[in-house]
């Protein structure tokens, strides 16, 4: 299982929080072959593993976390048949559980606003908070992206930045006037006097010298949300969702919201096309002679 996640890390390039949900799969498994009698995966067979969603379904998973941990297992025999660690791989016939298809949740236009414009900018904390809900609004990031980024990341002068998604793969990604006029701000004005001094690789930092973290950016965006009155549930993702949501919306074609949402497969993507769906048949209706 080592060896496992070993290479998933160094040959496949996963990121570590991706990592880390792996080796929490692979320890459910290891405890499943434990009731089972089993030393080893190696042991398993097709009847053993017949039984593992069963099992996961009873360790209380949702439909996602079990078909993710199926993949994982799925993933597992087959590194270990590829290595000559095992002589057949008996999850050949196993299924993943049906998940369900997961709409994205989003704000509207005029919440986004009035959650962006709920920071006062009356203190350096918050003309940072300001940027950057616009940055991670502009740019679609995953809130990881958001605080790792670094001041050298962003092009001022031609409007883009470059994000570090999974597998720390970078790709570049477009910002608006608004989010790059809200960065200024931050770097001219605030980051400085909250550093006091000290250095920060971090584009986003903290009064302690440190850089922002998921953590605490998720607390804000909360925060903000209710100041802004906003009652829909909230985190940095549904900006995310937002952000290809509104561009769809607004006749974006998929492939241009994939390259920017930095997703490796547009199967990914297509999640969205509802909202492409839904955006024909209103203009539609509203244009057609016959609509």
């Not at 490796?264 to 096309?273: E, F, L, P, V």
Request: glycine letters at 10%; zero cysteines; hydrophobic letters at 40%.
């Amino acid at each position: 299982m080592d060896s496992f996640l070993g290479y998933l890390a160094v040959e496949k390039g996963l990121a570590k929080n991706t990592i880390e949900s792996y080796g929490r799969d692979l320890r459910k498994y290891e405890e499943f072959l434990k009731g089972r009698g089993l030393a080893s995966p190696a042991d398993a067979g097709r009847p053993d593993i017949r039984e593992l969603p069963m099992h996961l379904h009873g360790l209380g998973l949702s439909g996602t976390s079990s078909a993710r941990a199926i993949v994982t297992v799925r993933g597992l025999h087959r590194f270990m048949l590829r290595e000559g660690l095992a002589k057949k791989d008996p999850t050949e016939l196993l299924e993943s559980p049906w998940r369900g298809r997961k709409l994205p949740k989003a704000l509207s236009a005029k919440d986004v606003e009035a959650l962006i414009k709920a920071p006062s900018g009356r203190t350096h904390e918050e003309v940072r908070d300001r940027a950057m809900l616009e940055v991670l609004y502009a740019a679609g990031l995953r809130v990881s992206e958001l605080v790792t980024l670094k001041p050298s990341d962003v092009d001022f002068q031609v409007g883009f930045l470059r994000a570090f998604g999974k597998g720390s793969k970078g790709r570049l990604v477009p910002l608006g006037e608004a989010a790059l006029t809200a960065l200024r701000a931050y770097m001219e004005g605030a980051r400085q006097p909250m550093l006091n001094g000290r250095t920060a690789p971090a584009m986003f930092v903290t009064r302690r010298g440190g850089g922002m973290t998921r953590q605490g950016f998720w607390k804000l965006i909360k925060k903000y949300a209710r100041l802004a009155g906003i009652t829909k549930p909230i985190s940095p993702h549904v900006l995310r969702h937002s952000f290809a949501t509104h561009l769809l919306e607004n006749g974006a074609d998929l492939r241009s919201v994939q390259m920017m949402l930095g997703h490796a497969d547009i199967g990914t993507t297509q999640i969205y096309t509802h909202i492409e769906t839904s955006t024909m048949k209103r203009l539609h209706q509203k244009n057609h002679p016959r609509g």
